[in-house]
Nanobody
Framework: HVQLVESGGGSVQAGGSLRLSCAAS????????MAWFHQRPGREREGVAV???????KYSDSVKGRLIISQDGDKNMVALQTNDLKPEDTGMYYC???????????????????WGQGTQVTVS
C-alpha cells in the first residue's frame, strides 16, 4: 500500500512559478519511481517528470527547462518546481508511484499503480 498526497497548487499569472509537493507513505518497493503527471480537461494524463530512488531523472521533452523534479526534504517527499508557467499548464497535477520495473514506459501512466488526489494549477 502506498499513499500519496499532493499540495502546493493554486492560481498564478502567466510567467509565474509554483512548487508542488508530494508526501508519500507505504512500501518503498512500490514507489521506486515517483512521477508527476499533468492532465488538462478532457485529455489523458501526461507524464512530465519522474525521479527514481536511485536518483535517475527523466523529463518529458515538452517541458524540459521549465520543470524541475527533486527530493523535497526527505526521501518520502518529491517536489515539482514549475517555472515560467503558461496558460496551457493549467490543469490537475498528480503525483504517482510505480516500481522500478518499466513495463510500458518511464512516464507511461499505465505503469503507475498509485496516485494522489491531485492538486489544481490555474495559469491566467
Amino acid at each position: 500500500h502506498v499513499q500519496l498526497v499532493e499540495s502546493g497548487g493554486g492560481s498564478v499569472q502567466a510567467g509565474g512559478s509554483l512548487r508542488l509537493s508530494c508526501a508519500a507513505s507505504g512500501s518503498p518497493v512500490n514507489r521506486g519511481r515517483m512521477a508527476w503527471f499533468h492532465q488538462r480537461p478532457g485529455r489523458e494524463r501526461e507524464g512530465v517528470a519522474v525521479l527514481t530512488t536511485g536518483g535517475t531523472i527523466k523529463y518529458s521533452d515538452s517541458v524540459k527547462g521549465r520543470l524541475i523534479i527533486s527530493q523535497d526534504g526527505d526521501k518520502n517527499m518529491v517536489a515539482l518546481q514549475t517555472n515560467d508557467l503558461k496558460p496551457e499548464d493549467t490543469g490537475m497535477y498528480y503525483c504517482a508511484a510505480a516500481s522500478l520495473v518499466v513495463r510500458t514506459g518511464w512516464l507511461s501512466a499505465a505503469d503507475f499503480r498509485y496516485w494522489g488526489q491531485g492538486t489544481q494549477v490555474t495559469v491566467s
